[in-house]
DNA sequence: AAGACGGGGCA
DNA sequence: TGCCCAGTCTT
C-alpha cells in the first residue's frame, strides 16, 4: 500500500470502529492496571467470557497493592473458572514486581514491560497502544487473521516468524493513525466481521482493500497447520467420607495443570488394567477402603487432553492420618476454595445424589 | 521450535 | 466433534 492508500485505509477502519466498536467496560477507563488486567483475561478467551470476572476482579482487587498483598488462593478463587490458571499467577507475580520496582505504576518503556512476568510481546504492546497511545501494533490471532487476508499472507501463522512479518506489516500501518482505536478496532473487526468460520463481508468497512475479498477466497486464510493429538486419560475419583460427613480432598501441585487448586483425590488408572491391581492401588494411595461402588462417570474435556474421569464412594478407615496437602471438607467449605470445573461438576453430582438419598 | 496450559462457544 | 479465542512460559 502507498502513503495515501494506508490513511484512507485507516480513515475507513476507524470511521466504522467509532460508529460500530463494542463498549467494553475495560474502555470506560484509563487505568491501566485496569487495561493490564482485561489484556490478561482476553488471552485465548472470549470477551463474553472475560466480561463478569473483569467485574468481580477489579472490586476484590482495585489497587495493585491490594492484588499484591492478596493470598495467591484467594487469586485463584477469583479467576476460578476462567481457565490457564498460570495467568492469575503470573498475574499476581507481575503486580508485585511492579509495586517493588516502579512503585506501583506501570512502566511505560516496551523493555521495562516485557521484563514483567506474565506480560509478552502481545501485552505489551496492547499496554503500550491502548493506555500509552504509542503506535506499537498488538499482534494476536484477530489481527493476523485480517491482515493476512487483506495482504493474502499465506505463512503458517503457527510459527513465530510469521509474527515478525505481520509486525513489520502492521507498524508501517499503525504510524498513520490513532495507536489505541486502530489495535481495538481490527480486534472488533476480528470478532464481529471477519471471523474465522464466518465472515460478513458485505458489511466490512475494509472490503476495498481485501484482497481475498477480491479472490473470494476469505476462508482460506489465515493458514495455520499443527493440530494436537487428545490424549484420554483415566482416573479414579475417590469420595471418601469421614465420620462427620466431610469429604477429603487434596491440592495439586504448584506446578503444571490446574496447579494449586484443590480437588478429590484422583489415582491415574492406566497403567493398572485389571480390576484387582487398581483396588490396590488406590488402597496405596488413601488406604484401605471398600470402594465397590462405583456411581458415576463423566468426561471432562480440555484443549489438549481428555479426562475419563470414574467416581467411587468408600468409607476410610478410621486410624489413616492426612496427608501433605490433603484436608477433610464439608460440601459447604468447598465454595470458598478454588476448585477446577471438572471437580465443580463432582461436587453439584454429590450434592444432587445426597439430597435424593435423604 | 514445539508443547503445556482451561474452558466455553459455535457451526 | 473440531476449531477458535485480545498468548505466555517452559523445555
Redesign the pocket.
Known amino acids: 500500500m502507498d502513503l495515501q492508500t494506508i490513511q484512507s485505509f485507516n480513515h475507513d477502519l476507524l470511521d466504522w470502529f467509532h460508529q460500530e466498536g ?1 463498549k ?1 467496560p ?2 470506560e477507563t484509563s487505568n491501566p492496571y485496569y487495561i493490564w488486567i ?3 483475561m ?9 466480561i463478569p470476572y473483569y467485574e468481580r476482579f477489579i472490586k476484590q482487587f482495585p489497587t495493585p497493592s491490594a492484588l499484591a498483598s492478596a493470598s495467591e488462593q484467594e487469586v485463584l478463587k477469583c479467576w ?8 492469575a499467577r ?1 498475574l499476581q507475580e ?1 503486580v508485585r514486581e511492579v509495586v517493588e520496582k516502579y512503585d506501583s505504576t506501570l512502566p511505560e518503556r516496551k523493555k521495562d514491560l ?1 521484563s ?11 499496554l503500550l497502544s ?1 493506555a500509552f497511545n504509542e503506535p506499537e501494533p ?8 485480517v491482515l493476512s487476508r487483506v495482504f493474502l499472507i499465506d505463512d503458517d501463522i ?4 510469521t509474527r515478525k512479518k505481520f509486525e513489520a506489516l502492521a507498524s508501517n500501518l499503525i504510524i498513520e493513525t490513532v495507536p489505541s482505536a486502530f ?2 478496532a481490527l ?2 473487526l ?2 464481529m466481521i471477519c ?4 465472515t460478513e463481508c458485505t458489511e466490512c468497512p475494509i472490503q476495498n482493500y481485501c484482497l481475498a475479498y477480491k479472490e473470494g477466497v476469505q476462508l482460506e486464510y ?1 493458514v ?1 497447520t ?3 493429538k ?2 484420554t486419560l483415566n482416573y479414579a475419583v475417590l469420595l471418601i467420607t469421614d465420620e462427620h460427613g466431610r469429604y477429603l480432598i487434596e491440592q495439586r501441585p504448584e ?5 494449586g ?1 484443590w480437588q478429590f483425590p484422583m489415582v491415574a488408572l492406566d497403567e493398572y488394567a485389571e480390576q484387582s491391581q487398581r483396588e490396590q492401588f488406590i488402597q496405596s494411595r488413601v488406604g484401605k477402603i471398600d470402594f465397590r461402588q462405583q456411581s458415576f462417570t463423566y468426561t ?6 481428555i479426562w475419563q474421569l470414574s467416581l467411587f464412594k468408600g468409607q476410610i478407615q478410621e486410624d489413616r492420618r492426612l496427608k501433605e496437602r490433603e484436608k477433610w471438607m464439608s460440601l459447604n467449605d468447598m465454595q470458598h476454595y478454588p ?6 461438576k463432582v461436587i453439584e453430582w454429590v450434592k444432587k445424589n445426597r439430597q435424593e438419598h435423604t
Open positions: 463494542r467494553l475495560w474502555r482485561s489484556e490478561v482476553l488471552q485465548q478467551t472470549q470477551v463474553n467470557t472475560v476460578e473458572g476462567l481457565g490457564y490458571y498460570s495467568r503470573h507481575g516485557l514483567i512476568t506474565g506480560i509478552g510481546p502481545y501485552t505489551a504492546a496492547a491502548i498488538a499482534i494476536d490471532g484477530n489481527l493476523m487473521r503457527s510459527k513465530q516468524k489495535n481495538q480486534m472488533d476480528g470478532a471471523r474465522p468460520k464466518t489465515p495455520k499443527g493440530k494436537a487428545l490424549r506446578q503444571g495443570l490446574l496447579a487448586m471432562h474435556r480440555f484443549s489438549h487432553l476448585f477446577p470445573v471438572s471437580h465443580q
